[in-house]
DNA sequence: GTCTATAATTAGATAGAC
DNA sequence: GTCTATCTAATTATAGAC
């Protein structure tokens, strides 16, 4: 179908721009370069998006539709679940929703001094839904020490998953092994949420 | 004096060159923007510096003049002081020197993926020597373990800073002001080294 | 729907006035 | 040493062919 394939390249091209943007900011890239990653012409892109302004929305909306899936079980645990295993649970999936997907953190790092319209609309629209059912997780720690936690917690599940390269080459550590992205989800664990 | 003021120049231009870098990336900055920034006229930089690679270098320098000034008396305690407290001493450090130089973070972030000569430059040069002396004050956990906290305490430390407003008009807490800093190094070396 | 061609703007680097 | 003017290349957005 027309529509199907429509919605496919459409994908395609939000995708690009999502990683594009994350690796190297708004200004940063170009939508033509955009264009290469996803295989079509630049002239497609304001077709599909009236303005490189509009494909930013639309690769936030995915990046977040991919966020809310992954961390879904965690955010709404069963009740049976131990509030402390809970907690744990949460930094678990943090690190290897960080590891999947280091554009996240990436990407929200990027709006924060580009421009104030993107940002706000950012926050409101994707990043406080999300912030609630962090915090209802977290319910029971001061309310005073919840952005502190959540930083805390962002910061140290996946600065390493940012930085792939350059902690291979400090430390001789690859962060993209499936063996390192454990190690640090056992330490993390351990570290913040002790049993 | 002449160099006196060259020098004063310079190290306007790179300040401003730093600054802008560590918010919109390599790419994403123009030189005239940094001009701007800087009160000097875009030829000027040129002049100074051969190229924007060149001013990327000088800028980079400047930083981890700083960091290592900021760092120093962390980095090398006197024996006098337990090696436990040595390591809460270091995290609430990285939180100040986070909270003061949130373009540290986002600096060494924006050099991974935008080009491998300046980022194997810089790990070189700039880093490894700084990750040694982390490493002194860490020497006592298991080495397999250092990669893993030096990542958990840069972005546990600094990543609240790099979002200043977003974390403001999410929380509504303002990681600018010296109350809130306080609390996230109290928080943090109270989570991640406990006495 | 997708591409090529192009218009208007902005980029980094150079040349020359002062 | 600093600025203005300008060159060439790259940028976003548009127009029109298919």
């Given at each position: 179908m027309r529509a199907e394939q429509r919605e496919a390249t459409r994908e395609q091209i939000v995708t690009a721009a999502l990683l594009a943007i994350s690796e190297s900011g708004f200004n940063g890239v170009s939508t033509r370069t955009i264009a290469e990653r996803a295989n079509v012409s630049q002239g497609l892109l304001t077709y599909h998006f009236k303005s490189k302004d509009a494909l930013w929305r639309a690769a936030a909306d995915q990046l977040f539709a991919i966020a809310n899936d992954s961390m879904q079980e965690v955010f709404s645990p069963?009740?049976?679940?131990?509030p402390l295993q809970q907690k744990r649970n949460l930094i678990r999936q943090m690190v290897y929703f960080s590891a999947a997907h280091p554009e996240f953190i990436r990407f929200m790092l990027e709006h924060e001094k580009e421009n104030s319209d993107r940002s706000r609309w950012l926050v409101e629209t994707h990043l406080r839904p999300m912030y609630k059912k962090f915090v209802h997780v977290?319910?029971?720690?001061?309310e005073t020490d919840l952005p502190h936690a959540l930083y805390t917690f962002a910061g140290a599940s996946g600065l390493i998953f940012c930085a792939p390269n350059e902690c291979k080459q400090l430390t001789?550590?690859?962060?993209?092994?499936k063996a390192v992205i454990k190690r640090h989800a056992d330490y993390l664990v351990n570290l913040m949420v002790p049993e």
């Open positions: 069963p009740a049976s679940v131990e977290m319910g029971d720690i001061p001789g550590v690859d962060p993209g092994s």
